[in-house]
């Protein structure tokens, strides 16, 4: 058992907080990365939103973990809920900024909502063949690149972003799209900032899946902290 407190090292620079976050070199394959944020008793958000729960350590960190990343996975009920629009920054390297790909099966999505109107890059819209051809071509013309699958299991959603060369893949939830991920072993990595909160309430897990619960192995990779707020990497074992 060793101790991590009290800290010794000075403080991290851009830098040195990008080495620390930086994605496998040389990627052939999808790397999935987690990134969420829940209280110290567990719940992910604080009347219905995650915003709550937010620090500056943690924004620091979602902003790093957006320019690192070639692509921004999330579920339809996320995008809803936090009034998603596009990233801003360019992925590192690049001229542009990632693009937000989001699963629905229903295509069930505002195409008046700030991911259409307020990005520089088009969304991916992840969804299925049996959604409403109305709703799919509003999205369309909305300016959403609309991929119709027959399934929208982890390996069929990897294999489309794979096939358009994205593969620091970034999913930012919600939690049905993170035990989805969990289920079909798909998760290479977990940043889970911790916010020195006890919030009580029935807010939900940071992913939630089939009753048959999976199981996957991690170890510790980092721990950051900054003001008590604690900053978690963990890898797939």
């Given at each position: 058992m060793q101790p991590l407190l009290p800290a010794t090292l000075d403080p991290l620079d851009d830098g040195q907080l990008e080495a620390r976050y930086a994605y496998?070199?040389?990627?052939?394959?999808?790397?999935?990365?987690?990134n969420c944020v829940a209280s110290t008793d567990g719940a992910v958000t604080i009347a219905g939103r995650s915003a709550g729960l937010g620090s500056p350590a943690d924004h620091r960190v979602f902003v790093l973990l957006r320019e690192l990343a070639d692509v921004v996975l999330v579920g339809a009920g996320t995008v809803r809920t936090e009034?998603?629009?596009g990233a801003r920054k360019p992925t590192r390297g690049t001229d542009q900024p990632p693009p937000i790909a989001v699963v629905t099966g229903s295509a069930q999505l505002d195409p008046n909502s700030r991911l259409f109107t307020d990005t520089r890059v088009p969304p991916i819209i992840l969804t299925l063949e049996s959604a409403h051809r109305e709703r799919r071509e509003r999205l369309a013309a909305a300016g959403g690149d609309i991929v119709a699958m027959?399934?929208?299991?982890?390996?069929?959603?990897?294999?489309?972003?794979?096939?358009?060369?994205?593969?620091?893949?970034?999913?930012e939830g919600g939690p049905t799209l993170h035990g989805a991920l969990v289920a079909g072993d798909s998760v290479d990595e977990l940043c889970l900032t911790v916010a020195p909160l006890l919030t009580g309430g029935t807010a939900g897990r940071i992913a939630v899946g089939p009753a048959e619960a999976s199981t996957l192995k991690l170890e510790l990779a980092d721990v950051l902290h900054d003001n008590g707020v604690l900053l978690l990497?963990?890898?797939r074992k």
């Open positions: 496998p070199a040389d990627l052939t394959a999808p790397y999935v990365r987690m009034d998603y629009g027959k399934h929208l299991t982890p390996d069929v959603i990897l294999a489309e972003l794979a096939r358009r060369g994205l593969y620091r893949v970034l999913c990497r963990y890898r």
